[in-house]
């Protein structure tokens, strides 16, 4: 078995809702501890996790039920819900424009200046971060990108991200990775069939 570290990053909104939406959000106990989210929502049966941590507010993380309610279906029925805004706005079909003035993150910043050079700077960055051991060979996450910058922001300085890296035993790459790893960690969130980033000017 082998450690591998996770870090979810998001830089904007993960989840938006509109009017007809009868999606539930909360981040209310037990769903305000990012543990119990990893460890009771986003992990199944045979992976362990430990180290883990959220970076920002505690209005951007969460948990959201009747995603396929929506139309169209969200995919995903219920999970973790992590956002740049506040998250107790998507159920009210409110648009996630809480400036909360946190930090951006670096590596964000770097994605989003491969799609356009005049981005230079990241605000409001969500980070769920956690060291897990798959005890197979292999293991599966599932994930859904939203914005409600689409589509006036489309291909403009203004650019949400989601990002997924991933860091361990023989993984190297250009973004930060834990003292553990030294190798850099890799973006597995990518355009499916190509190389591009999650972005909303990429989709």
Do not use: C, H
Not at 43 to 69: E, K, P, R, Y
Not at 110 to 130: C, M, P, V
Not at 162 to 183: D, W
């Amino acid at each position: 078995m082998k450690k591998i570290v996770l870090t979810i990053l998001v830089s904007l909104f993960v989840f938006i809702g509109k009017a007809n939406a009868q999606i539930t959000t909360s981040n209310n106990p037990p769903y305000n501890s990012a543990a119990n989210l990893v460890n009771n929502v986003l992990l199944g049966q045979g992976v362990i996790a430990d180290s883990i941590q959220f970076t920002g507010d505690a209005n951007q993380i969460g948990f959201f039920n009747n995603g396929n309610t929506l139309n169209p279906a969200l995919g995903l029925d219920s999970g973790i819900v992590i956002s740049s805004g506040n998250i107790n706005d998507i159920a009210n079909g409110g648009v996630l424009s809480t400036n909360f003035g946190n930090p951006g993150d670096p590596d964000l910043l770097t994605i989003a200046q491969t799609i356009r050079a005049g981005i230079n700077s990241s605000q409001d960055a969500a980070a769920l971060e956690f060291d897990f051991t798959p005890q197979g060979d292999s293991i599966e996450f599932r994930f859904v990108f939203a914005s409600d910058e689409y589509l006036q922001w489309v291909d403009s300085d203004f650019n949400d991200i989601f990002a997924f890296f991933v860091s361990g035993p023989g993984i190297a790459g250009p973004y930060a990775s834990p003292g553990s790893f030294p190798n850099g960690a890799i973006n597995i969130a990518q355009v499916p069939g190509t190389i591009d980033p999650i972005t909303i000017s990429t989709i």
